[in-house]
């Protein structure tokens, strides 16, 4: 009988191995690369042991492109080459898991899907974006405390080089950056992809921004913001991109530059996430991830008042 850890904010309890995750949304790479992970033979070298995707709901949003152009292919791979199972429906689903990866791509039905896994009582990974509105994450935060299920949402680089091996002394701001294509269909523009470069701002400068000012150019976005204790963190955004990440700090000694090529892949994330399934602790509180979003929502204030300072409500 395999040893069972309770959830601390969860009604289920899950085995400590070979979990059962269930997809809801495939219209993103992101999927195929979590199945090659999990569902792939254990003597892969990229194998991550302790879980598999058995299941997704398709879900896919008709009026964005980018859902609807690639829905259906990465739909098939996960059920040809993965063994995935698919289902009509988010309930009938979440049953048949431990627990769900909610991974749709446009984070404008997040809530909504959110509402219909939470009835489950099971742990929820939410992929970036948490949501496409500051009140719409909010409003997450709030009705999965209501119902006392864990969550917790991450951008990859979070747990990448970057972040884990840049040394910020103490006392030092940091600037990032990485791609920001914006999306029309977005309310809140910067979280469609510039939320990866804002959280990696936040991996290394930690929570505590208290104003935010964003000057837009042709093609690109500076986002700047002056923490509590005086620090100022730069997130630029460059559109289209070039598919590159990086940070950067000045300190008494030079600049201190990371540029990393994206090697290790999404394993760092998943392995985050597999502990959270198990233990039921979220590795990000809640208020840091909704913070990221006032961050996110002060910035389009201050662009729509030409890049006045606008502070995080």
Not at 36 to 60: M, T
Not at 290 to 297: G, M, N, R, V
Request: proline share 6%.
């Amino acid at each position: 009988m395999k040893t069972l850890l309770a959830l601390t904010l969860c009604a289920a309890a899950l085995p400590a191995a070979d979990l059962r995750i269930g997809l809801v949304g495939t219209d993103t790479s992101h999927v195929t690369a979590f199945a090659a992970a999990l569902n792939s033979d254990e003597k892969a070298a990229a194998h991550i042991a302790g879980a598999r995707i058995v299941g997704a709901f398709k879900g896919g949003s008709p009026d964005l492109p980018e859902s609807a152009d690639r829905v259906e292919k990465f739909a098939e791979e996960l059920k040809t080459k993965w063994g995935v199972k698919f289902y009509d429906d988010i309930p009938s689903l979440c049953k048949d898991v431990d627990a769900i990866m909610l991974t749709s791509v446009d984070g404008r039905v997040h809530l909504a899907q959110f509402k219909q896994i939470i009835a489950a009582k099971k742990p929820v990974f939410i992929d970036k974006p948490l949501a496409a509105t500051l009140a719409d994450a909010r409003e997450i935060a709030k009705v999965a405390k209501a119902a006392g299920i864990p969550w917790f949402s991450a951008s990859s680089l979070r747990y990448g080089d970057i972040a884990s091996k840049m040394n910020v002394p103490a006392g030092v701001g940091v600037t990032t950056f990485g791609p920001g294509p914006l999306e029309p269909k977005f309310p809140l523009q910067l979280s469609w992809y510039a939320i990866h470069p804002v959280e990696l701002l936040y991996s290394l400068m930690g929570p505590g921004c208290e104003e935010v000012w964003r000057v837009q150019g042709t093609n690109e976005d500076i986002i700047t913001g002056r923490w509590k204790d005086g620090r100022i963190g730069v997130a630029r955004t460059l559109r289209p991109g070039n598919g590159k990440y990086g940070a950067a700090f000045l300190a008494k000694d030079g600049v201190h530059a990371s540029q990393p090529d994206w090697k290790e892949g999404y394993a760092p994330l998943l392995k985050k996430v597999l502990d959270f399934f198990n233990t039921g602790k979220a590795p990000i509180a809640p208020e840091e991830t909704l913070e990221i979003f006032s961050f996110l929502d002060a910035a389009q204030r201050s662009s729509e008042a030409g890049g006045q300072v606008m502070k995080l409500r």
